[in-house]
Each structure stands twice: as C-alpha cells, then as structure tokens.
C-alpha cells in the first residue's frame, strides 16, 4: 500500500526563519510526487510536479527536492503569507489504467510577523 | 473564471437524508475526482472519472454514488447520509493520467458537510 508521511505535522517560524518540510513515501512505480498548498477553508492549490530523484523546482521562497525516499520543501525567508499547510502527494499507478493520488497528512506551517 | 466549482459550499442536514453535491470544471479536462477530507485534515480519493467512466472506487460504502452527465460535471450523491458522512468534499480534475505522464490536479473550493 502506498504511503506518505509528512514531518513535522506543525511548525513555527519567525518571519525570515529559512527551514525545510518532509515527505517520506513509499510506492510502487512513482510517476510523481507533488506539493499543494491549502488555505483554511480553500481548496488545495497546485504548487509543484517532481519526477525524478535529483530533480528539483522552484517558486518564489519555494524550492522542492526529490531523493529516492522522500521530498523536502525548502522554506527560503518566509513571510505571514506563506502561512498555510502544506501537502505532499504521491502517483503511482493502481491498475486498470488509473493513476491514483496519495496525500500525505500536511504540515501546517505558521510564520510569525 | 473559477476553474473548478461545487455548489453548495455548506450543506447542514439530518441523518437519513439523501443529498447532491455539484461539480463542473471549465478547464476541459478528461478526469474529475471526488475526495473526502476527514476533522483531522486526512484527504483521501473517494472516486474517478474519465471520459465518464468510473475507474477508481476506493472502498466507499455504496450509499456514495457519483453522477457524470457530461466530461465537465461530476455529481456526488449521498443516500441516507450518517454522522460519520460530516467532512469536507472536494472536487478535482486533471487532464486524462497517461503512462509516463503525471498531471497535476485542480481542486475546487470545497463543499462542507455536516450531518446532524
């Protein structure tokens, strides 16, 4: 069964304070891992696609790493802006032609002004 | 132009009732999902659809049925709704996945249910 594990499942940050969120997973035949992020009360919001492993992508203070077990979100000096939760996803396919996706948890992050 | 839609946005309701919820996505996308995101945030694949077939059903009692009336609407409807029902809803849609392709999905606002 496919799973995704988020850590931390919160986290505080000072506005500026660079930190970095992961998603560990395990799948059979990855065709993706993506990140979304989540307003309270919205829906979530498409942020990035990685592939392969020592692919990575970028967005603003946004960076996303992928490695053969797990992804990190690299958080670059952020603002109260950013604050939100932040979910990782998997792909991979589940037979009969479909392609399901697999979310992990979340990390809620806040960033302190 | 909102991409992905659903109506209502609240729907406050007795158990034993029977409730719609509506989907339409102008983003002329092939697959539309249905997910189910429980108090603790867990958002899980409820259903599938592409080209208006049903290709995922991942163990949801069968008092969830979707509707697909064309390639842009995906309905869900819910016979004799339980307390357990009360969640978000959320609708979703992507282009068709492909072998070697992944494409990301599009969600919509959201639909609150709460079962009373």
């Known amino acids: 069964e496919d799973q995704v594990t988020q850590s931390p499942e919160a986290l505080r940050l000072q506005e500026g304070e660079s930190s970095s969120l992961n998603c560990s997973y395990t799948?059979?035949?990855?065709?993706?891992l993506f990140w979304y992020r989540q307003d309270p009360g919205k829906g979530p919001e498409f942020l990035f696609t990685l592939y392969s492993a020592g692919e990575e992508k970028e967005k603003e203070r946004l960076k996303a790493t992928l490695t053969k077990k797990e992804s990190f979100l690299h958080i670059t000096a952020p603002k109260p802006e950013d604050s939100a939760t932040y979910l990782c996803a998997v792909q991979a396919y589940s037979g009969a032609g479909s392609y399901q996706l697999t979310f992990g948890k979340g990390t809620k992050l806040s960033v302190i002004p | 132009d909102t991409a992905v839609s659903q109506t209502p946005k609240y729907l406050v309701t007795q158990m034993g009732n029977d409730k719609s919820i509506k989907c339409e996505q102008n983003l002329g996308h092939d697959t539309m999902y249905w997910y189910k995101q429980d108090s603790k945030k867990f958002l899980k694949i409820m259903f599938s659809?592409?080209?208006?077939?049903?290709?995922i059903n991942e163990t949801v009692p069968n008092r969830f049925s979707p509707k697909s009336p064309d390639k842009a609407h995906l309905n869900l409807h819910i016979n004799s709704l339980e307390l357990g029902d009360s969640a978000v809803y959320f609708c979703?849609?992507?282009?068709?996945?492909?072998?070697?392709?992944?494409?990301?999905?599009?969600f919509g606002p959201g639909t609150r249910l709460t079962v009373t």
């Open positions: 659809y592409n080209n208006k077939e049903l290709i």
């Open positions: 979703a849609s992507s282009q068709a996945p492909r072998e070697g392709l992944s494409y990301e999905q599009y």
């Open positions: 799948v059979s035949g990855l065709r993706g």
